[in-house]
């Protein structure tokens, strides 16, 4: 992004970040936690889960996406926001240094849907994988 005196370009840019880390902070996040939590608590309730090496490693990769979505997703999105919001106040754009958060954004984008596909594919296949027992041993 480069300043050439126009603030049209600045305030769809601001605008699209600003949709971003609202989308992030009022649906992303909440409907994650809400998965994650009743996931963990249908792995309480029943034993069957308890057992099923499948559904640890889903809550696994569960408890992995949060953080991932935490720290690589609404963290950047957050920081590019203010980032484009004080380049508007001063009318002076640094896009060296949106450029690596914007990468870190994309990567993590593209890690949350591999995760997100593995998920899906676990729940699906739900491969036989147990913990050993004391008999086994």
Do not use: C, H
């Not at 508007?88 to 994309?106: F, H, I, K, Y």
């Amino acid at each position: 992004l480069s300043f050439e005196g126009e603030t049209g370009p600045y305030l769809q840019y601001a605008a699209v970040r600003a949709g971003i880390l609202a989308i992030t902070k009022w649906l992303v996040v909440p409907s994650l936690l809400l998965v994650l939590t009743t996931g963990l608590l249908s792995i309480a309730a029943n034993n069957a889960y308890k057992d099923a090496g499948w559904a640890w490693l889903k809550a696994f990769l569960g408890i992995s996406m949060f953080e991932g979505t935490l720290l690589t997703i609404q963290g950047t999105s957050r920081k590019l926001a203010e980032m484009t919001a004080a380049a508007m106040q001063n009318g002076v754009s640094d896009a060296a240094a949106l450029e690596p958060l914007l990468r870190t954004e994309w990567y993590g984008l593209w890690t949350m849907i591999a995760l997100s596909t593995a998920n899906i594919l676990l729940a699906v296949w739900r491969p036989r994988l147990r913990r050993r027992s004391v008999q086994d041993a």
